[in-house]
């Protein structure tokens, strides 16, 4: 038995080492946030955009907030939207719904800022531009290099390129400032996305270039602006700590004091199922009794409260099965006198019924006796009254069973 206790104190110990341990590599997965997707506004390692987020917080007159939510209110007219690591050079059947979404809120008023997600493999590009040459080498016609998406972006009037650089110095060339940059802005930037933009509207302004190609763009449209980014390094945490470039982050954000960065292009959305429910309407008591409840059921399943006895578990004598028997009469009938009955008047009771189905050949004498018995039988003479009950019913009986048999 106490091996036995041994036993289940080193599992329970087991089991609370390995749930402490669970609970604790979430904290830290929560607490770095690489559960979430790169460049999300939730990440604090190198790749997230979490201490431009914080920083953000901390100045004066500026508030900033996470968007969950997948309708389009975010922040109202007056606010700067930021969409982080987007892949707007992938096909998507949603890229016409976002495109006019985003061109409503600068109407109204508003400044969106995209910036995709950096496309830098040098080792694919590579062998894409070999197998270009190849085919070149075979058909003299001219090579396209560029390859273009789909066309939803076409109605705003930019089109993404995907450029095949060769060399690796041209992959890690810089942006430079175009033509029209404002002032206070840095003259060149590290780039490290092969994605670039073709200009199909003259109200787009190219800001930097890389390569010869627009890379940062922006265009004033209603009374709000579009700013296309096509490299989110520079919002990063790591760009943050190696290379700040505050005047550039400042004139992105513009005028506005509300910023918004949005989580749910990254596939973080807050979804209104039962729990959200739960916690909006304060349910945490009613959750917490139905799981009081169904572990009280479980236990009670488990380990009944009453005791089978062992007559019951052992089966009618002579079965083959051994099953479990119920009780008889006789023993519902002893339950209920010793559910009803107190113990100094279960003897003067048992008497009284006995006088019922007595034979009435019995002298009185021998009645008056016996009451004499059980007056004299309480506490703990109630067990020698019953003894000397015994021996002066015992000839009586055997006397009325000769009387029958006669009769018979």
């Not at 914080?54 to 922040?75: F, P, Q, V």
């Not at 007056?78 to 892949?87: E, H, Q, S, Y």
């Not at 800022?113 to 003299?140: F, G, H, T």
């Not at 009794?289 to 052992?314: E, K, Y």
């Amino acid at each position: 038995m106490r091996r036995h206790r041994v036993y289940l104190a080193l599992l329970a110990g087991v089991l609370a080492v390995f749930v402490i341990g669970v609970i604790r590599l979430f904290q830290l997965h929560f607490a770095v946030g690489d559960v979430y997707p790169a460049y999300s506004s939730l990440r604090s390692d190198p790749v997230g955009s979490k201490a431009f987020h914080d920083a953000l917080a901390e100045i004066h007159g500026i508030s900033t907030s996470r968007n969950y939510h997948t309708d389009w209110d975010r922040g109202g007219s007056g606010a700067t939207v930021f969409f982080l690591g987007a892949r707007i050079e992938d096909e998507s059947p949603d890229d016409g719904e976002f495109v006019s979404q985003i061109e409503e809120h600068a109407r109204r008023g508003g400044r969106v800022v995209i910036a995709c997600y950096p496309l830098s493999r040098i080792r694919r590009v590579d062998q894409v531009s070999e197998q270009a040459d190849r085919q070149k080498e075979k058909n003299p016609a001219p090579q396209r290099k560029d390859r273009e998406t789909r066309r939803p972006w076409e109605s705003l009037g930019v089109r993404m390129n995907l450029t095949s650089l060769r060399s690796r110095h041209t992959v890690t060339a810089p942006a430079v400032a175009g033509a029209g940059v404002p002032e206070g802005l840095p003259a060149s930037l590290s780039w490290h996305s092969i994605l670039s933009f073709e200009l199909l509207h003259e109200d787009w302004k190219t800001i930097y270039t890389r390569a010869g190609r627009p890379v940062l763009i922006a265009r004033d449209l209603g009374q709000g602006s579009i700013v296309l980014v096509s490299d989110s390094y520079l919002f990063s945490n790591e760009a943050l700590r190696r290379e700040l470039h505050a005047a550039l982050l400042a004139w992105l954000i513009g005028p506005f004091s509300d910023v918004v960065f949005d989580e749910t292009h990254l596939g973080v959305a807050d979804s209104a199922g039962v729990m959200s429910l739960a916690r909006k309407y304060h349910l945490h008591g009613v959750l917490a009794g139905i799981v009081l409840l169904a572990a009280l059921f479980v236990w009670h399943n488990a380990a009944p409260f009453l005791t089978p006895s062992s007559r019951t578990l052992r089966g009618r004598a002579g079965d083959d099965g051994g099953y479990v028997s119920g009780r008889d009469s006789a023993s519902a009938f002893v339950n209920l006198l010793r559910r009803n009955i107190p113990t100094g008047d279960l003897l003067r009771t048992c008497f009284q019924e006995w006088r019922k189905t007595a034979s009435p050949t019995i002298k009185s004498e021998d009645i008056d006796r016996m009451q004499q018995l059980i007056d004299r039988g309480t506490g703990e003479q109630i067990i020698s009254a019953y003894r000397s009950l015994c021996d002066l019913t015992g000839p009586l009986t055997h006397h009325k069973k000769e009387e029958l048999r006669a009769k018979g």
